[in-house]
């Protein structure tokens, strides 16, 4: 059975819910051949380290009673150069700006020839080039399915099944959030503003809702595929983007009555990013609900292929990764 050691790197709710994904599937893995051990976890106030494999159970206690993971002072960047293991899982908040701690964790990981897996798209939209082309120089696998569609498959979808098609276009539902302010807008013909206040009720919206209500979230998964896919050397900046914030009751009632919904779409083709609201025929398998995300991949052998599923949440995006992270030592 082949060992792998690994430390989980942010401890939110989507570094939580690998944890508990990991233990959840501990006999799956197993049957696939991996005993994995995750031998450090990180977040912004502390760390939990042991070589043998912690006890995850008591570490996510920890967070939930103490507010942090163990009695450590190291920081996630010195668990990377500290600690011995082979892949990092990545799992610390999105900066755009920046792209925060979480650039300089995946390139300290690559420098120390480990893998890294992540949900995080801050680094990825704003240094994809330099991120690929340190792992490669170091021969350490870079995963990040997690970041642009949670558990609808895109990334994987396009380097794994459709391998060999040339890809021409793609476009979808990036955002989960948008997807379903504008689906109850349109169910009961109520303002952006109710529905945003619903979203926010039901947890399904942040407090503040700009990065998703923008069309910022969606650019930057945008960005990734585009980086990805095409080779362009894009950043968030590159992308023409326009958000739902001024979309009105209205104008989704005359759509219905024409035979069509407005869905926040991203589209990535002829070296061009933007998403932006648009008119999607009813039947169109772009016209997904709720918080459902979907992408559409154009190719020149399979035709259009569509994937959809959800976008977000912190057991669906550790699905991402556990999957990402089987592919890797599945391929050694």
């Known amino acids: 059975m082949k060992i792998i050691r690994a430390s989980i790197i942010g401890f939110g709710s989507v570094g939580q819910g690998v944890a508990q994904v ?78 925060g701690v979480g650039l300089d964790n995946m390139l300290t990981a690559f420098g120390k020839r480990m893998d890294v897996v992540t949900s995080n ?33 895109a990334i994987n979808l396009i380097r794994d099944t459709l391998a060999g098609n040339s890809i021409i276009s793609i476009e979808g539902i990036l955002n989960g959030t948008c997807n379903y302010i ?34 910022i979230d969606a650019a930057c998964k945008l960005v990734i595929l585009a980086n990805y896919v095409f080779g362009m050397k894009a950043t968030y900046h590159d992308v023409d983007v326009k958000g739902i914030t001024s979309i009105t009751p209205e104008a989704l009632s ?13 589209e ?33 052998l399979a035709g259009t292929v569509t994937s959809t599923g959800r976008g977000a949440g912190s057991i669906e995006t550790a699905s991402a990764i556990l999957s990402d992270l089987i592919s890797i030592y599945r391929e050694d």
Do not use: W
């Open 268 to 300: 990535v083709k002829d070296g061009f990013i933007q998403t932006s609201p648009r008119l999607v025929p009813e039947s169109h398998p772009l016209a997904v609900g709720g918080t459902l995300n979907v992408v559409s991949v154009q190719t020149d």
């Open 254 to 266: 005359l759509a219905q009555s024409e035979g069509y919904v407005i869905k926040q779409i991203g």
């Open 22 to 99: 990991f233990l959840q599937k501990k006999e799956e893995i197993q049957k696939k051949g991996f005993d994995l051990k995750v031998v450090a976890v990180a977040d912004s106030r502390s760390a939990a380290i042991d070589e043998k494999g912690l006890d995850l159970e008591k570490v996510l206690k920890s967070k939930k009673e103490n507010g942090q993971v163990g009695t450590e002072t190291l920081s996630g960047l010195e668990v990377i150069r500290n600690v011995e293991h082979e892949v990092v899982i990545e799992t610390t908040p999105t900066d755009i700006e920046t792209g």
């Open 182 to 215: 504008l689906t109850r807008m349109m169910e009961e013909h109520a303002s952006y503003e109710q529905m945003l206040a619903e979203s926010q009720e039901l947890g399904i919206a942040e407090t503040d809702p700009t990065y998703d209500v923008e069309g």
């Open 121 to 153: 798209k801050g680094p990825l939209a704003l240094k994809y080039g330099e991120l690929a082309e340190v792992a490669q120089k170091n021969n350490a696998k870079f995963r990040f399915e997690a970041t642009v569609g949670g558990a609808m498959p």
